[in-house]
Protein backbone atom coordinates (compact mmCIF):
# COMPACT_ATOMS: atom_id res chain seq x y z
CA UNK A 1 0.00 0.00 0.00
CA UNK A 2 0.90 3.76 -0.07
CA UNK A 3 3.70 5.24 2.51
CA UNK A 4 3.72 8.77 2.51
CA UNK A 5 6.70 10.20 4.47
CA UNK A 6 7.34 13.95 5.18
CA UNK A 7 9.75 16.09 6.80
CA UNK A 8 10.25 18.13 8.60
CA UNK A 9 8.19 17.35 11.92
CA UNK A 10 8.34 20.69 13.49
CA UNK A 11 9.53 23.64 11.48
CA UNK A 12 10.05 27.23 13.10
CA UNK A 13 10.42 30.23 11.06
CA UNK A 14 10.16 33.86 11.80
CA UNK A 15 7.59 35.79 10.27
CA UNK A 16 8.08 37.22 6.75
CA UNK A 17 9.91 34.48 5.69
CA UNK A 18 9.21 31.07 4.08
CA UNK A 19 8.25 27.43 4.88
CA UNK A 20 9.23 24.67 2.74
CA UNK A 21 7.60 21.29 3.79
CA UNK A 22 8.32 18.25 1.83
CA UNK A 23 6.72 14.47 0.92
CA UNK A 24 7.52 11.25 -0.72
CA UNK A 25 5.28 8.70 -1.60
CA UNK A 26 5.34 5.11 -2.64
CA UNK A 27 3.20 4.18 -4.69
CA UNK A 28 3.41 5.02 -8.48
CA UNK A 29 -0.14 4.76 -9.12
CA UNK A 30 -0.98 7.54 -6.68
CA UNK A 31 -2.67 10.74 -8.60
CA UNK A 32 -4.14 13.25 -6.27
CA UNK A 33 -2.01 15.01 -3.58
CA UNK A 34 -3.96 17.25 -1.03
CA UNK A 35 -2.26 19.70 1.89
CA UNK A 36 -4.58 19.80 5.02
CA UNK A 37 -3.97 22.24 7.83
CA UNK A 38 -4.99 21.25 11.28
CA UNK A 39 -5.65 23.96 14.04
CA UNK A 40 -5.81 22.88 17.24
CA UNK A 41 -8.95 20.97 18.42
CA UNK A 42 -10.34 20.98 14.66
CA UNK A 43 -10.00 18.74 11.83
CA UNK A 44 -7.82 19.21 8.60
CA UNK A 45 -8.72 21.47 6.34
CA UNK A 46 -7.90 21.52 2.88
CA UNK A 47 -5.54 24.86 1.83
CA UNK A 48 -4.09 23.25 -1.91
CA UNK A 49 -4.03 20.22 -3.81
CA UNK A 50 -2.26 18.99 -7.05
CA UNK A 51 -2.85 16.14 -9.40
CA UNK A 52 -0.26 14.29 -11.21
CA UNK A 53 -0.72 15.70 -14.37
CA UNK A 54 0.28 18.94 -12.98
CA UNK A 55 3.87 19.89 -11.87
CA UNK A 56 3.11 22.75 -9.97
CA UNK A 57 -0.34 24.82 -8.14
CA UNK A 58 -0.34 28.65 -6.82
CA UNK A 59 -3.03 29.86 -4.58
CA UNK A 60 -1.47 33.56 -3.18
CA UNK A 61 1.24 32.47 -0.59
CA UNK A 62 0.65 29.16 -1.15
CA UNK A 63 2.10 26.75 -3.63
CA UNK A 64 2.96 22.81 -4.07
CA UNK A 65 4.86 21.36 -6.51
CA UNK A 66 4.73 17.89 -7.46
CA UNK A 67 7.49 15.45 -9.22
CA UNK A 68 6.28 12.26 -10.34
CA UNK A 69 9.88 11.06 -11.42
CA UNK A 70 10.87 11.26 -8.04
CA UNK A 71 7.78 10.43 -6.43
CA UNK A 72 7.88 13.85 -4.46
CA UNK A 73 5.98 16.84 -3.89
CA UNK A 74 6.28 19.97 -1.47
CA UNK A 75 4.38 22.45 0.18
CA UNK A 76 5.51 26.27 0.09
CA UNK A 77 4.32 28.94 2.01
CA UNK A 78 6.12 32.54 1.29
CA UNK A 79 5.29 35.90 3.75
CA UNK A 80 4.26 33.32 6.48
CA UNK A 81 2.03 34.91 9.23
CA UNK A 82 1.58 34.11 12.86
CA UNK A 83 -1.87 32.31 11.80
CA UNK A 84 -0.03 30.22 9.58
CA UNK A 85 1.04 28.05 12.64
CA UNK A 86 -0.50 24.55 12.80
CA UNK A 87 0.26 21.11 11.41
CA UNK A 88 0.37 20.26 8.29
CA UNK A 89 -0.24 17.50 6.67
CA UNK A 90 0.29 15.75 3.60
CA UNK A 91 -1.22 13.07 1.48
CA UNK A 92 -1.18 11.00 -1.19
CA UNK A 93 -4.31 9.42 -3.52
CA UNK A 94 -4.78 5.94 -4.93
CA UNK A 95 -7.74 4.11 -3.98
CA UNK A 96 -7.71 5.50 -0.13
CA UNK A 97 -6.07 8.47 1.22
CA UNK A 98 -2.76 7.95 3.35
CA UNK A 99 -1.32 11.00 5.64
CA UNK A 100 2.08 12.02 6.34
CA UNK A 101 3.19 12.35 9.71
CA UNK A 102 2.29 16.07 9.57
CA UNK A 103 5.05 19.36 10.66
CA UNK A 104 4.52 21.49 13.40
CA UNK A 105 4.75 24.85 11.47
CA UNK A 106 5.40 27.73 14.17
CA UNK A 107 5.67 31.20 13.06
CA UNK A 108 7.38 33.94 15.43
CA UNK A 109 6.47 37.27 15.26
CA UNK B 1 -20.91 27.87 3.02
CA UNK B 2 -22.06 23.46 3.21
CA UNK B 3 -19.68 21.86 5.75
CA UNK B 4 -19.38 18.11 7.63
CA UNK B 5 -20.83 18.02 11.01
CA UNK B 6 -19.96 15.68 13.86
CA UNK B 7 -21.96 14.41 17.11
CA UNK B 8 -21.05 14.22 19.94
CA UNK B 9 -17.60 16.32 20.19
CA UNK B 10 -16.51 14.18 22.87
CA UNK B 11 -17.83 10.85 24.15
CA UNK B 12 -16.33 9.15 27.07
CA UNK B 13 -17.25 5.41 27.74
CA UNK B 14 -16.15 2.75 29.18
CA UNK B 15 -13.78 -0.40 27.81
CA UNK B 16 -16.09 -3.23 26.29
CA UNK B 17 -19.11 -0.44 25.46
CA UNK B 18 -20.33 0.13 22.07
CA UNK B 19 -20.53 3.85 20.58
CA UNK B 20 -21.98 5.06 17.85
CA UNK B 21 -20.32 8.06 16.08
CA UNK B 22 -22.86 10.01 13.62
CA UNK B 23 -21.77 12.74 10.84
CA UNK B 24 -23.90 14.55 8.36
CA UNK B 25 -22.02 14.58 4.95
CA UNK B 26 -22.61 17.24 2.59
CA UNK B 27 -25.70 16.87 0.89
CA UNK B 28 -24.64 16.36 -2.62
CA UNK B 29 -21.45 14.44 -1.53
CA UNK B 30 -21.48 10.95 -2.84
CA UNK B 31 -18.42 9.37 -0.79
CA UNK B 32 -18.18 9.21 2.68
CA UNK B 33 -14.73 8.56 5.17
CA UNK B 34 -13.63 7.94 8.71
CA UNK B 35 -9.98 8.81 9.80
CA UNK B 36 -8.42 8.41 13.27
CA UNK B 37 -6.14 10.50 14.96
CA UNK B 38 -4.87 9.17 18.16
CA UNK B 39 -3.15 12.21 19.72
CA UNK B 40 -0.04 13.67 18.67
CA UNK B 41 -0.49 11.33 15.46
CA UNK B 42 -0.86 11.04 11.85
CA UNK B 43 -4.08 10.85 10.67
CA UNK B 44 -5.14 7.63 9.11
CA UNK B 45 -7.37 5.99 6.70
CA UNK B 46 -10.23 3.85 8.24
CA UNK B 47 -13.20 3.31 6.15
CA UNK B 48 -14.54 4.58 2.41
CA UNK B 49 -17.94 4.26 1.77
CA UNK B 50 -19.93 4.68 -1.72
CA UNK B 51 -23.21 3.51 -3.12
CA UNK B 52 -24.36 1.98 0.38
CA UNK B 53 -21.46 -0.03 0.34
CA UNK B 54 -17.66 -0.34 2.12
CA UNK B 55 -15.40 0.33 -1.11
CA UNK B 56 -12.59 0.49 0.79
CA UNK B 57 -11.02 -0.13 4.61
CA UNK B 58 -7.67 -0.37 6.26
CA UNK B 59 -5.78 -3.23 8.67
CA UNK B 60 -7.64 -0.95 11.58
CA UNK B 61 -10.89 -1.42 10.92
CA UNK B 62 -11.40 -4.64 12.05
CA UNK B 63 -14.80 -6.78 12.88
CA UNK B 64 -15.90 -4.61 15.83
CA UNK B 65 -15.83 -1.11 13.48
CA UNK B 66 -19.04 -1.40 11.23
CA UNK B 67 -20.44 1.63 9.08
CA UNK B 68 -23.87 2.20 8.02
CA UNK B 69 -25.61 5.12 6.00
CA UNK B 70 -29.15 4.65 7.62
CA UNK B 71 -31.04 7.42 5.96
CA UNK B 72 -30.09 9.94 3.63
CA UNK B 73 -28.20 11.92 5.75
CA UNK B 74 -26.54 10.48 8.19
CA UNK B 75 -23.04 8.31 8.37
CA UNK B 76 -22.31 6.57 11.32
CA UNK B 77 -19.22 4.52 12.53
CA UNK B 78 -19.91 1.94 15.11
CA UNK B 79 -17.33 0.58 17.38
CA UNK B 80 -18.84 -3.06 19.04
CA UNK B 81 -16.68 -3.29 21.93
CA UNK B 82 -14.44 -0.47 22.43
CA UNK B 83 -10.69 -0.58 23.83
CA UNK B 84 -8.25 1.87 25.27
CA UNK B 85 -6.43 2.56 22.53
CA UNK B 86 -9.27 3.18 20.57
CA UNK B 87 -9.29 6.23 22.17
CA UNK B 88 -8.60 8.46 19.37
CA UNK B 89 -9.81 11.93 17.74
CA UNK B 90 -12.50 10.38 14.90
CA UNK B 91 -12.71 12.25 11.97
CA UNK B 92 -15.63 12.37 9.10
CA UNK B 93 -15.32 13.33 5.59
CA UNK B 94 -17.17 13.67 2.37
CA UNK B 95 -16.51 14.38 -1.29
CA UNK B 96 -18.05 13.91 -4.40
CA UNK B 97 -20.60 16.95 -6.49
CA UNK B 98 -18.62 19.27 -8.25
CA UNK B 99 -15.13 18.80 -6.70
CA UNK B 100 -14.55 15.47 -7.28
CA UNK B 101 -11.09 13.83 -5.29
CA UNK B 102 -11.37 16.99 -2.66
CA UNK B 103 -12.35 15.30 0.73
CA UNK B 104 -13.95 17.99 3.53
CA UNK B 105 -13.33 17.11 6.91
CA UNK B 106 -15.78 17.24 9.91
CA UNK B 107 -14.31 18.59 13.01
CA UNK B 108 -14.33 15.32 15.11
CA UNK B 109 -15.27 13.39 17.45
CA UNK B 110 -13.16 12.94 20.66
CA UNK B 111 -13.44 9.29 21.92
CA UNK B 112 -11.89 8.61 25.73
CA UNK B 113 -12.33 4.84 26.47
CA UNK B 114 -11.70 4.79 30.33
Known amino acids: GENVEQHPSTLSVQEGDSAVIKCTYS??????FPWYKQELGKGPQLIID?????GEKKDQRIAVTLNKTAKHFSLHITETQPEDSAVYFC????????FGAGTRLTVKP | EPEVTQTPSHQVTQMGQEVILRCVPI?????FYWYRQILGQKVEFLVS????????KSEIFDDQFSVERPDGSNFTLKIRSTKLEDSAMYFC????????????FGPGTRLTVL
Open chain 1, 50 to 54: IRSNV
Open chain 1, 27 to 32: DSASNY
Open chain 1, 91 to 98: AAINNDMR
Open chain 2, 93 to 104: ASEGGQSTDTQY
Open chain 2, 49 to 56: FYNNEISE
Open chain 2, 27 to 31: SNHLY
